[in-house]
């Protein structure tokens, strides 16, 4: 029996779309069925400067084929350099939505990164002032901490310190891929939401490492235990508006992923909702669906609700999804769930 679920059109709070072919190859893939997305700035060299996102955006539209429609949210790369007057006046003309900080080294294209946290503080002020959000990518880089506890000792160490001396800040925690996360998130009082992809709602560790080293599941915040993927599964389908999508969709070609340094990145935009429908249909919440994708991330960011809708189809026979897709760039392998999706927008 064919299954229907029309709901708002989604959104995409945390995308990398890259610049020149790539950008020209996968922008489709999100426009056609999300509307808006935080546009990650992790270029070379980053987008660090208003004039520099007011550009990127340019190209992002001048890249979208004819016919179809999607807004880029754009966002600024915070460094120790950035000017608090250059973001001010950013947000206060509507070109961006978020300040995204990475810490320096902690992944793709993150060399110019925040290394001093005092560094960027009265940049970090001038934001709390005018409300405008902070995007985290939340690990820390030292080599003596193991990569699979770099998102909770980030938390400990530098986040929660961070939000204390900055009160008002608003953050977003990116990519939440621990219990402990979804646990922070959940429990404070102050002003921070977090955002959940959909392949670490569908993977764990061993995806990258049982049965030979698999390149297309590694990306940064590296999976974790299954436990981990469980928490946030229950925080997506909570109806707690604090989670939402953000894709962190990461194209890259083939040839980088599948070397003997790969690169980071998932590629999920060809068939996130169909992946998000099999997740929320597993768990018995096809009904919070909806608020996940489309009606919490507005909430947060003060943005209306889409007004579109898509619809999401239950085929009887698995939907044939590409294994990749072409770009300018040379293939993108697309995210495989490791089993079959039934579902498809229509
Ligand atoms: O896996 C990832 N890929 N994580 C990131 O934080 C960056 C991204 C990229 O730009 O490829
Ligand atoms: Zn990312």
Avoid at 99 to 105: I, M, Q
Avoid at 199 to 228: E, F, Q, S, T
Avoid at 306 to 324: H, M, Q, R, S
């Amino acid at each position: 029996m064919t299954q229907r679920l029309t709901i708002r059109r989604p959104d995409d709070w945390h995308l990398h779309l890259r610049d020149g072919l790539m950008l020209a190859g996968v922008l489709p893939e999100t426009a056609r069925h999300f509307a808006r997305a935080i546009i990650m700035p992790n270029l070379v060299p980053p987008v660090v400067t208003g004039a520099a996102a007011a550009a990127y955006r340019d190209r992002i539209l001048a890249a979208l084929p004819e016919g179809m429609e999607f807004r880029p949210l754009m966002t600024l790369y915070l460094t120790e350099e950035t000017d608090p007057d250059d973001v001010a006046a950013a947000h206060q003309s509507g070109l961006v939505t978020a300040v995204k900080l990475y810490p320096a080294g902690a992944t793709t294209n993150s060399a110019s990164g925040v290394t001093d946290f005092d560094k960027v503080r009265p940049v970090l002020e001038r934001m709390a002032e005018i409300g405008l959000p902070l995007c985290i990518h939340g690990e820390v880089t030292m080599p003596e901490v193991d990569i699979f506890d770099r998102e909770k000792v980030f938390i400990e160490t530098v986040l929660d310190p961070l939000r204390q001396r900055t009160p008002g800040l608003k953050v977003t925690l990116e990519h939440v891929t621990t219990a402990d996360g979804i646990d922070y998130v959940a429990g404070e009082a102050g002003d921070i939401a977090g955002t959940i992809t959909a392949h670490h709602l569908m993977i764990d560790r061993n995806h990258i490492l049982v049965g030979g080293i698999k390149p297309h599941y590694y990306c940064l915040p590296v999976a974790k235990r299954r436990r981990h993927r469980d928490a946030l599964r229950r925080a997506a389908i909570s109806g707690n508006p604090r989670f939402f999508l953000g894709t962190d969709s990461a194209p890259h070609s083939d040839e980088a992923k599948e070397s003997a340094c790969g690169c980071a990145g998932c590629f999920t935009a060809t068939n996130t909702m169909a992946c998000l429908a099999h997740v929320f249909e597993e768990e018995g919440a096809l009904d919070r669906l909806e608020g996940f994708a489309s009606l919490h991330g507005p909430a947060r960011y003060g943005l209306p609700p889409n007004a579109g809708t898509i619809t999401l189809v239950k085929e009887d026979a698995p939907v044939p999804y590409p294994d990749k897709i072409a770009t300018g760039a040379g293939p993108v392998t697309v995210f495989d769930p490791g089993h079959p999706l039934y579902w498809r927008v229509a």
